[in-house]
């Protein structure tokens, strides 16, 4: 059984850009929660998705948008890049019925 | 002030030593109680998850939760050098979603 997966492991982008964010939830886990960790912090809930569709958002602008395809797998988007969103973007699956999530490596984003 | 309070330390303690990480909280809705471990430049790894108020052990660690003072603790016993790592506590409400806050996280150091 293989575990949470996310591509880029690294990236550097500039300030206005656009980025977008892979994650392959664990075998089984149809739900996938994305969430931010600036270094030094806890992470930070950007939203979850559930059968293709985003059910529950935290305290992050209309400029963070995700996707979820039929395979569980999910994207998020980061539109107009600003210098704060450098962070390592966290990407958590777990499967209907049970309450534990289990988290992906992330992805480190900076923003130049 | 903050949903999830915990010391960021660092904490620093000798191979052996018992160690107590703890969090305070102010949300009573609070239902679902987590501690995560994060290596470096890593995801993090769920470590115990537990529903009530009481103890739960796990091998060398054990949680504990106290739901009338909104405080929980992780204790781990017998450290060992493998267990340096930053510890975060994490809650979460019974809601459609999951919605998990994170504490920022306690920087533990076990020395040989």
């Known amino acids: 059984e293989t575990g949470v997966t996310q591509s880029p492991t690294h990236l550097i982008k500039t300030r206005g850009q656009q980025v977008t964010l892979r994650c392959s939830s664990q075998s089984g886990h149809n739900t996938v929660s994305w969430y931010q960790q600036a270094l030094g912090q806890g992470p930070q809930f950007i939203f979850q998705y559930y059968r293709e569709e985003e059910n529950g958002r935290g305290n992050f602008p209309p400029r963070f948008s995700g996707l979820q395809f039929p395979n569980y797998s999910s994207e998020l988007n980061v539109n107009a890049l600003e210098l704060d969103d450098s962070a390592l973007y966290l990407c958590?699956?777990?499967?209907?019925?049970?309450?534990?999530?289990?988290f992906g490596p992330g992805t480190r984003l900076t923003v130049l | 002030q903050k949903e999830v309070e915990q010391d960021p330390g660092p904490l620093s303690v000798p191979e052996g030593a018992i160690v107590s990480l703890n969090c305070t909280y102010s949300n009573s809705a609070f239902q679902y109680f987590m501690w995560y471990r994060q290596y470096s430049r890593k995801g993090p790894e769920l470590l115990m998850y537990?529903?009530?108020?009481g103890n739960k052990e796990d091998g060398r660690f054990t949680a504990q939760v106290d739901k009338s003072s909104k405080y929980i603790s992780l204790f781990i016993r017998d450290s060992q050098p493998s267990d340096s790592a930053t510890y975060l506590c994490?809650?979460?409400?019974?809601?459609?979603?999951?919605?998990?806050?994170f504490g920022p996280g306690t920087s533990l150091s076990v020395i040989p």
């Open positions: 537990t529903y009530s108020s």
């Open positions: 958590a699956s777990r499967a209907g019925g049970y309450n534990e999530q289990f």
């Open positions: 994490a809650m979460s409400q019974k809601t459609s979603y999951d919605k998990v806050i």
